[in-house]
């Protein structure tokens, strides 16, 4: 999903602006988890005459016929600022869509148009006091009667339904001995005003009560009212999940104290607790990660198992900002401001029910592992037949390894992909290149990286090969690397094989490129943790003293750039791969009588791995759209890069120790795969900048800049 076009961007200035005068005003104040305790209705029949209740609802029923990534950009900037939204949430989120797939033509007349003007609440009527997240084992039932159904049995945890005009309640029609768990279930859309309703409403810790027990007995319920099909209900609720599991909602509940621990961060002089950042970074990629889903449910693909991965990764990452705002609220410079201290307070109260609507994480860990294998990751968008090609040849350039193998430099192999156009895959055409773009690169370093493939794919074209042209130098068909001189020392991937090394070194204030090609080089070989080479040049005396290519401040600093932009694109096929090895051990080895992979924990450690796996690759596919446009800023590429290279290498530790617990012991000898992924994951998240050195980069950034910084930092607008 691309959010930056202009138009997406006026938009959301546009909401940006209204929200401010509102807050300006005291028309609206900030809380947490603003979309399930934020009641205002007045603000949503508001928000509705500007259009943006009711924007992806066909003109023809009172909507506005937008499309699903406004109405995202939309929702967002509503969160960002914990506006009261909760009024109309359910009816805008999934009841809308919900009627629009499965309503008939007069539901749809009747309901649409109130929820597009803002003036008609749903809740959702799903769980029971017996069936929380199992909502097969549903009792509530409806009896057959004349003109209707007779309904009898009650709801509980429905948010909002003793405020709301209706639900939807998800109700037994068959009896399950009759029809099976999934069999036998109906959807009907319930009005909470009706005789026989009765409603308790259940207080939170926080002193409010949002959530409901809802009664029924002999509640009549027309023919009228049954959504799609009768018996049908399992079907049709598990396919509007997506809306509810997948949006910012499921992320920004706490965002409002992050941006205020910024603001109150910066008044006080600044901070350097890295975990800022490293929560912005997150949040950045679970953005791009949720538009994902958005783009997937815009297009009517397949949605559910993505949706899992951002509930479970953001939902957790909520609760990890709620306890780092209240550190900082008790306890250092920020210490003392009372709208943080509310804003923690509020939070931390809150925060047990981030993991468990929608579904508890326990849940979604074991939909998301049941899944592995099915295709939820999101490619780069190339030519399907690019991709294969370049999918089959990186493949046999390890097809002969045995299991305690790792790939070595094979000229043969250069050779093949040289002959393809691979090598110099982003050169251009009048260079001596194949023209291709960033999109074509990220995927063959994704792919090389699944592979394990040892070439320096990277550091040939798009580090050196890059960079000569830049210089206008000539790059040839021979192996080149380059490395840069810091602290009396050269480190060039791959220097022993190469047949032309370049050197960056600094000289005073200036950058300047040494061609040391022709000269007899001396090597101490050395490895990183993946065993590639990472060999230390023994400079000679001729050799320091070299005339260099000066080189402007900005070459040096995008370099940098597409450095760890290639490295977080190799980590995501390294990640990738690692998931789908822990996955196959899992599936077929069997202890205490059933494969590992029925055992909650073990899938506990291969969803949190593919969560981790999606966000990584979300986030470099955003930078890698950032860095291919041209009319990208250069200060939006900085902030792309610095999130892609914080999620996958934050991702690298999860998956390589979860891989290895899944795998016991022989997942860290040399006779198991594995350990060619997980190499390359501890040694690819160092290069290049750590983890901790781009969290350090965002931190440094949002307390440099003006106030609204943090959510600039998380959407790039």
């Known amino acids: 999903m ?94 809308a869509p919900s009627l629009l797939r499965y309503g008939s033509q007069e539901q749809k007349e009747r309901f649409l148009p109130r929820i597009a003007r803002g003036e008609c609440y749903f809740a959702i009527g799903m769980s029971e006091p017996d069936a929380g997240s199992d909502l097969a084992a549903v009792r509530t039932r409806a009896t057959r009667v004349e003109g209707g159904w007779r309904l009898d049995g009650s709801k509980v945890w429905t ?65 009228a009212d049954v959504l799609g099909e009768v018996g049908a209900g399992w079907r049709q609720v598990t396919s509007e999940l997506g809306f509810e599991r997948s949006g910012p909602e499921r992320f920004l509940s706490t965002f409002p104290a992050l941006a205020r621990l910024v603001e109150a961060s910066r008044a006080a002089g600044g901070s350097t607790d890295l975990r800022i950042g490293r929560s912005l970074n997150r949040l950045a990629g679970l953005h791009a990660l949720s538009g994902q889903v958005s783009a997937m449910l815009a297009q009517g693909g397949p949605a559910e198992v993505t949706a899992c991965l951002v509930k479970t990764l ?23 401001d009372p709208a943080l201290g509310e804003l923690a307070d509020l939070s931390l109260l809150r925060r047990p029910g981030f993991t468990l609507r929608g579904g508890t994480n326990e849940i979604l860990r074991g939909i998301i592992a049941s899944s592995l294998g099915a295709g939820v990751m999101v490619d780069f968008p190339v030519d399907r037949d690019y991709a294969t090609m370049a999918d089959a040849v990186l493949a046999d350039c390890t097809a002969g390894l045995g299991s305690g193998q790792v790939a070595a430099f094979d000229r043969a192999h250069w050779a093949k992909l040289d002959e393809l156009g691979l090598v110099r895959l982003t050169g ?63 480190t060039v991937a791959y220097g022993r094989h190469a047949d032309r090394v370049l050197v960056l070194s600094r000289r005073g204030a200036d950058w300047t490129l040494t061609d040391l090609d022709g000269r007899d080089l001396s090597w101490q070989e050395a490895e990183n943790l993946a065993h590639e080479p990472r060999d230390l040049l023994r400079a000679e005396p001729s050799t320091a003293s070299a005339a260099g290519t000066p080189v402007p401040d900005d070459l040096i600093e995008e370099l940098g750039l597409r450095g760890a932009l290639a490295r977080a694109t190799q980590l995501c096929g390294a990640l ?142």
């Not at 029609?173 to 859309?189: K, N």
């Not at 909520?318 to 306890?331: P, S």
Request: charged share 20%.
């Open 428 to 490: 251009t055409e009048a260079a001596g290149g194949s023209g291709a773009g960033w999109h074509e690169a990220a995927t063959l370093h994704r792919l090389a990286g699944y592979h394990g493939v040892a070439l320096p794919l990277v550091e040939h074209d798009l580090l050196a090969g890059w960079l000569l042209e830049r210089l206008d130098l000539k790059l040839d068909d021979r192996v080149t690397s380059l490395g840069v001189a810091e602290a009396g020392a050269v």
């Open 159 to 223: 948010s909002n339904a003793h405020r709301a005009h209706a639900f939807i309640a998800l109700v037994r029609t068959t009896p399950v001995e009759e029809s099976g768990r999934h069999q036998g279930l109906t959807q009907l859309i319930v009005h909470l005003d009706a005789p026989g309703v009765t409603i308790r409403p259940i207080e939170s810790q926080d002193g409010q009560s949002h959530f409901n027990e809802v009664f029924f007995d002999g509640v009549h319920v027309p023919d």
């Open 576 to 717: 990738d791969r690692s998931v789908e090895l822990a996955t196959e051990h899992a599936s077929v080895r069997i202890q205490f009588g059933r494969p590992l992979l029925r055992f909650q924990a073990v899938q506990a450690l291969l969803a949190d791995s593919a969560a981790e796996a999606a966000l990584a690759q979300a986030a470099a596919l955003a930078a890698v759209r950032a860095m291919a446009d041209p009319d990208t800023g250069q200060a939006e590429r900085r902030r792309a890069v610095t999130v892609a290279k914080s999620c996958a290498s934050h991702a690298a530790g999860v998956v390589c120790r979860n891989a290895h617990q899944v795998l016991g012991a022989i997942g860290y000898t040399s006779e198991h795969a594995l350990h060619r992924s997980t190499g390359r994951l501890l040694a690819w998240r160092r290069e290049y900048g750590t983890r901790d050195e781009w969290d350090g980069r965002q931190l440094a950034a949002v307390m440099a800049a003006p106030p609204g910084a943090a959510w600039s930092a998380v959407v790039g607008v």
């Open 2 to 95: 691309n959010d930056t076009t202009p138009d997406l961007v006026a938009l959301r200035h546009e909401v940006r602006d209204f929200l401010a005068e509102r807050l300006a005003s005291g028309a609206i104040t900030v809380t947490a988890d603003s979309w399930l305790a934020g009641w205002d209705e007045e603000f949503s029949k508001e928000l509705a005459r500007r259009g943006w209740i009711g924007m992806t609802i066909p003109v023809e029923f009172g909507g506005r016929g937008r499309s699903f990534v406004e109405r995202f950009v939309v929702t967002e900037e509503l969160l960002a600022v914990g506006a009261p939204v909760s009024a109309h949430w359910i009816s805008d989120r999934q009841i």
């Open 314 to 336: 953001g939902t957790l990452h909520e609760g990890d900002i709620a306890d780092l705002v209240d550190e900082h609220a008790v306890a250092g410079p920020a210490a003392g």
